[in-house]
């Protein structure tokens, strides 16, 4: 793995959540962007070398829309950038850590990704993602 890439925060308004982590970072988001596959609309910040994703539903069945209804707004998941997302899987696959995709995924701000199940991973939601080049 080469570096934390993001945080991911669940929120269920992605423009209040823009006004109000605006204020707190004092910059405006950087990058707005829908995701389909996923269900969701995303918003990303530049803080330093690090990011952090606002992560919003776009219909009932999105993952966030599940994930909202069970917990609160916070924290959603940790991704790692790593350098071959395909190797990485089968590593961990090998290792026994469960993915929650066979096959990487077409994600936000030109990634493909792969999460890991929680139940493996201590309750982390983890995010491999890789550069699309």
């Known amino acids: 793995m080469k570096k934390i890439e993001h ?12 006004e109000l982590f605006s204020k707190i970072f004092g910059k405006k988001n950087y990058k707005s ?7 969701v609309t ?8 690090s990011k952090i994703e606002l992560v919003s539903a776009i ?9 909202l209804q069970k917990n609160r707004e916070g924290m959603h998941h940790i991704s790692f950038e790593v ?17 929650l995709n066979d096959t990487p995924k077409k994600g936000a701000d030109n990634k493909i990704i792969c999460f890991l199940h929680p139940k493996d991973t201590n ?3 983890i995010e491999l993602c890789q550069e699309i080049l």
């Open 33 to 39: 962007e829908t995701v389909e596959s996923e269900g």
């Open 59 to 67: 219909n009932s069945e999105s993952p966030i829309s599940n994930y």
């Open 7 to 18: 945080i991911g925060i669940a929120v269920t308004d992605i423009n209040k959540s823009n």
């Open 83 to 99: 350098e071959d997302i395909v190797r990485e899987m089968a590593r961990l696959k090998a290792e026994g850590i469960r993915l």
């Open 123 to 125: 309750g982390v939601l």
């Open 42 to 49: 995303t918003s990303f910040f530049q803080i330093g070398e």
